[in-house]
């Protein structure tokens, strides 16, 4: 089975603080892919990021970096120099490889709730 | 491009109705994924389809909730008779084959009274 842990339920920073989400995830596959996702307060869910198992590059967008380590299965998420905009609540997530059947469904944390403080 | 469009955004129903969501997945997606979100539970899977086809529907919480994708671009998710624990925020999502990144629609919000 898989499962995503997110431990922190809620942060508040500062303004122009840096600010790391933490993700821990289990999965008994191979092959398989980690997501981030924001859901802001007006409600949708906004994809981020997909990483695939095979590739344990960092990624940084912007103000936004990505740290993924198989060996502690972690996908970790930092936000350099937060911004009111980011108050939000993010949500890790994972899937399996596909199976021939298209994309698995995901598996989500239970969410971290980010609060920037102006 | 249109995301994946849900209607109504916002429901509110007496116990024992039937409601209907509907969900128009992005144009050439051909997965499409119903979720919902609740304070206890957080997000969770409740059936998706491939192709039109169901593919698992483990997650549906019982025999009141029926879902349909009669073509690609379109899909609804039924719920009869509707109970106050059915209230949640449903959303819909769709994404294509070795792409597996979901793209999710607004959410319709279920008030079942």
């Known amino acids: 089975a898989q499962k995503v842990t997110q431990a922190q339920t809620e942060i508040s920073v500062v303004e122009k603080e840096d600010v790391t989400l933490d993700c821990v995830y289990e999965?008994?596959?191979?092959?398989?892919?980690l997501f981030w996702y924001k859901q802001p307060p007006s409600g949708e869910l906004v994809f981020l990021i997909r990483r695939n198992s095979f590739d344990e590059q960092n990624e940084i967008s912007g103000r936004y970096s990505w740290n993924f380590q198989k060996s502690t299965s972690s996908f970790n998420f930092t936000i350099t120099a937060s911004q009111v905009v980011d108050s939000a609540v993010y949500f890790c997530?994972?899937?399996?490889?596909?199976?021939?059947?298209?994309?698995?469904?995901?598996?989500f944390g239970t969410g971290t709730r980010l609060t920037i403080i102006p | 491009d249109a995301g994946v469009i849900q209607s109504p955004r916002h429901e509110v129903t007496e116990m024992g109705q039937e409601v209907t969501l509907r969900c128009k997945p992005i144009?050439?997606?051909?997965?499409l994924f119903w979720y919902r979100q609740t304070m206890m539970r957080g997000l969770e899977l409740l059936i998706y389809?491939?192709?039109?086809?169901?593919?698992?529907d483990s997650g549906m919480p019982e025999d009141r909730f029926s879902a349909k994708m009669p073509n690609a671009s379109f899909s609804t998710l039924k719920i009869q008779p509707s109970e106050p624990r059915d209230s949640a925020v449903y959303f819909c999502a769709s994404s294509v084959d070795r792409e597996p990144e979901a793209f999710f629609g607004q959410g319709t919000r279920l008030t079942v009274v």
């Open positions: 144009s050439g997606h051909n997965s």
């Open positions: 999965t008994r596959d191979t092959t398989y892919y």
């Open positions: 389809f491939n192709n039109n086809v169901p593919i698992d």
């Open positions: 997530a994972l899937s399996k490889g596909g199976s021939g059947f298209g994309n698995e469904k995901l598996t």
